[in-house]
């Protein structure tokens, strides 16, 4: 649903950049969001994320930001906590939301308490690769090896034995110093755009590897896809609202994909949830979202128009409202809040 608030006449801050290992991603994808913004009459700015992300917000007088990061401190609670300090209204998910969806374990615990089918997994410390063979056991192969809090598929790699683990396991803790071990599934790989709770429709991807690859997601070419995917009626509604199970299992707002394998034997599983989705030439929510019947400068004003402030369970729709909030004054937080999240 659109917000009755328009933010036409104030200056909207692009915030890209960041300090992951997807930082070039999230600055094709900003930029892709403040050319269209400018275009369409919008008072727009680039901010380059950085560690004084803070000051550059204050020298600017961003009144809104439209999140356009990716990865670590950009799509993990990070920059939105700190906008939630600051009052700003944003785009995407709330603090709790993009915490959980980047933290992949997290994510496959609240997942399972919901009854939403995901591949079977274990976690590893980096004590453990001195006993990796005896940890590893009877899980079989071959296996996926994931970062915990990682996105993009960065630092991902699939595994046929002991060897590989161990190469593959040493690698993802560059990146992160915790790793999940992911039951290697064999099937369809499909991905579920979902707009303010609606799941627009879902894209099957074949990537040029045997997996969807950092590569694969950011390189034009990569992976052919078919949209919609090629499933019966049935089952292509059933993959959508298992999708948007996810999203809402997760608390998430604004847009997200959802990650999912459908196995030869028939079942579908969830693999993991972006809560802010790449907009760059090979990324596949604007063309779902074209699918649907948006053009990508409709998409970038309908996620627009959801910025809000989240820490309260409750959206604050005007700058004036969101500056009216603070910590020792709840009696205006509640009277300035448009309605519930």
């Not at 303010?196 to 690859?213: F, K």
């Not at 603070?326 to 809040?337: D, K, M």
Request: proline residues 4%; negative net charge.
């Amino acid at each position: 649903m659109l917000s009755n608030f328009t933010f036409k006449n104030r200056k909207i801050g692009v915030l890209m950049g960041g300090l992951s290992a997807a930082r070039e991603v999230s600055i094709q994808t900003g930029e892709a969001v403040y050319q269209t913004l400018v275009d369409r009459g919008y008072k727009a700015t680039r901010i380059f994320v950085d560690r004084d992300v803070d000051m550059a917000l204050r020298q600017s007088g961003v009144e809104v930001a439209f999140v356009a990061l990716s990865g670590r401190y950009g799509e993990d609670g990070c920059i939105q906590g700190m906008l939630e300090l600051m009052g700003i209204p944003y785009t995407g998910s709330g603090v709790t939301a993009s915490a959980l969806a980047m933290n992949k374990i997290k994510a496959k615990e609240i997942l399972r308490l919901r009854n939403l089918p995901t591949p079977p997994y274990y976690v590893l410390h980096p004590d453990d690769l001195d006993n990796l063979v005896s940890v590893h056991g009877s899980f079989g192969f071959p296996a996926v090896v994931k970062p915990c809090s990682l996105g993009s598929s960065v630092g991902l790699g699939v595994v046929r034995n002991h060897h590989e683990l161990r190469v593959a396991c040493e690698e993802a803790f560059l990146f992160d110093g915790t790793v999940m071990v992911e039951r290697f599934i064999n099937g369809m790989e499909i991905q579920v755009a979902i707009l303010n709770n609606r799941a627009l429709g879902a894209v099957e991807v074949i990537p040029d590897t045997d997996y969807y690859s950092y590569k694969a997601k950011t390189t034009r070419g990569r992976c052919e896809v078919h949209l919609p995917a090629r499933l019966s009626e049935v089952r292509y509604r059933g993959v959508l609202t298992q999708a948007l199970k996810a999203h809402q299992a997760l608390g998430c707002s604004g847009m997200t994909t959802v990650d999912m394998v459908l196995s030869s034997e028939g079942n579908e599983y969830i693999l993991e949830l972006n809560s802010l989705p790449a907009f760059t030439p090979a990324s596949l929510a604007p063309k779902l979202a074209h699918g649907a019947g948006l053009e990508f400068g409709d998409l970038v004003e309908t996620i627009l128009d959801s910025a809000a402030l989240k820490s309260r369970g409750e959206e604050v729709d005007s700058v004036q409202d969101a500056r009216a909030i603070t910590l020792n004054e709840p009696e205006q937080a509640t009277a300035g809040a448009s309605g519930p999240n």
